[in-house]
């Protein structure tokens, strides 16, 4: 169990207790109210105001459903945080090239030839305003991780978590009926700014599909930050994500994993020590070899 702000121990989180936790440990709830969205073609849904908050976790109860069998039925659902609030677009309902996160909850497959995941597929992109998603590749070549999940006419209620927080983009989701947060995207090395708007669409295409985003509630973590980070302007930061490769180098790769992490203090650690052992291996065999020589010349004396 973890409380706000903490470094979270466990995958599998309980989310009632989790969301109480969040309440009694001084989080501001910015949004409470019920929102709806019925969408057969592609509707959007914005936040009135910008977030200042430098570390923030979204909850997000919704439900996608239709009497559409097998793969007729489509497209889903996605949650922003964005420089602009939302304008009809092509990807899920929002423009692209847009500036921010994206999380993508995607019900209907259009890469025939990615066969090694199963949808729907829940996946996020940060975008610096320069990247398009792919639709016919699913947006693989600009996800940076992800999960399948089972989200489509559930006969219970259905959440996502997003959580970013000391550079560190956490995705959860309760879809099972289980009362406990499952891990989808955990990637480290996100930059996001403040002052952006929250919001949330739908889109379908030629299929259709309901999408209901029932509620979102946007909650304030408490974190400390160093006195170096609290005199940036949060406002001015790209979004960016660190130590990844390009996204034309990722179209090919089967997983649609792209993104890496920076090396904590015991992987430096760990690779300094194989070094030095490395090193003191090398020294050892050196010495050895170089005894026997000194040895074999004497022989020949």
Known sequence: MEGCGRQRKSVLLHREQKEKELAESNVIVIERSELHIRSHFSVYIN???PCYLKDWEMHVQFKVHGSGKKNLHGDGIAVWYTKDRLHPG???GNQDQFHGLAIFLDTFRNDLHGMDRSFPFISAMVNNGTVSYDHGKDGRSSELGGCSADIRNRDFETYLAIRYSRGRLTVMVDVDDKNEWKEC???GGVRLPTGYFFGASAATGDLSDNHDIISMKLYQLMVDHTQEEENLDWTKIEPSVSF???PKDNIDDPTGNF???ALTGWKV??????ALLGIIVCAVVGAVVFQKRQERNKRFY
């Open 185 to 187: 995207i955990d990637i």
């Open 47 to 49: 936040f009135l105001q």
């Open 90 to 92: 092509p990807v899920f």
């Open 244 to 246: 990844f490769r390009s």
């Open 259 to 261: 993104r890496g992490t």
């Open 269 to 274: 650690f760990l690779l300094l020590l194989c």
